[in-house]
T-cell receptor
Framework: GQQVMQIPQYQHVQEGEDFTTYCNSS?????IQWYKQRPGGHPVFLIQ?????EVKKQKRLTFQFGEAKKNSSLHITATQTTDVGTYFC????????????FGTGTRLKVLA | GAGVSQSPSNKVTEKGKDVELRCDPI?????LYWYRQSLGQGLEFLIY????????KSGLPSDRFSAERTGGSVSTLTIQRTQQEDSAVYLC??????????????FGAGSRLTVL
């Protein structure tokens, strides 16, 4: 079945450093979503990308969808302690379905 | 309601007992999802309901797990003869299931299940 892998699994950064997490799908995706889960919380939607090569920005966060629509990345510039949490990508588990398969997640820790 | 509501928030049960977890999605959302998250792990897909279509049960780990959705709204996830490995947080999400740009999943706070 479809697999969605993320690297790295964990990342510790000093406050102010940049952070990037990478998402790779075993199949082509019609769209990809990103979610953030704070410690002890539930996943919260961040953004959806649909077009090949699409780049979207939300303040210090930059999201990119690969040309082949099989990979994506999330880059955070100048991390802050509020960025702590686990970042998940998610994509439809097959054509014509909206069953979303989540990536393995990247847990970010920001050291003040 | 304003958000996705799940109950109970915490459930402690003994091995071998049956448990029922409830999810009340956002009003008007036609799609409903159940995921399982073990401690420190990712989200494991369990089951997906879309309107009146047959649910996608491909993620249910064993025949001890079942789910239903009544009237296109409230859903119940049932685990029979619970095992210790069933201990996890069970997350429910709903989405409006519109055009491809509108399938944002809104999650509930989850039901934490502990099997002793």
């Amino acid at each position: 079945g479809q697999q969605v892998m993320q690297i790295p699994q964990y990342q510790h950064v000093q406050e102010g450093e940049d952070f990037t997490t990478y998402c790779n799908s075993s199949t082509t995706l019609s769209n990809i979503q990103w979610y953030k889960q704070r410690p002890g919380g539930h996943p919260v939607f961040l953004i959806q990308l649909v077009k090949s090569g699409e780049v979207k920005k939300q303040k210090r966060l930059t999201f990119q969808f690969g040309e082949a629509k099989k990979n994506s990345s999330l880059h955070i510039t100048a991390t802050q302690t509020t960025d702590v949490g686990t970042y998940f990508c998610a994509g439809p588990g097959g054509s014509g379905t909206y069953k979303y398969i989540f990536g393995t997640g990247t847990r970010l820790k920001v050291l003040a | 309601g304003a958000g996705v509501s799940q109950s109970p928030s915490n459930k402690v049960t003994e091995k071998g007992k049956d448990v029922e977890l409830r999810c009340d999605p956002i009003s008007g959302h036609t799609a409903l999802y159940w995921y399982r998250q073990s401690l420190g792990q990712g989200l494991e897909f369990l089951i997906y309901f879309q309107g009146n279509s047959a649910p996608d049960k491909s993620g249910l780990p064993s025949d001890r797990f079942s789910a239903e959705r009544t009237g296109g709204s409230v859903s119940t996830l049932t685990i029979q003869r619970t095992q210790q490995e069933d201990s996890a947080v069970y997350l429910c999400a709903s989405s409006p299931r519109g055009p491809s740009g509108a399938n944002v999943l809104t999650f509930g706070a989850g039901s934490r299940l502990t099997v002793l």
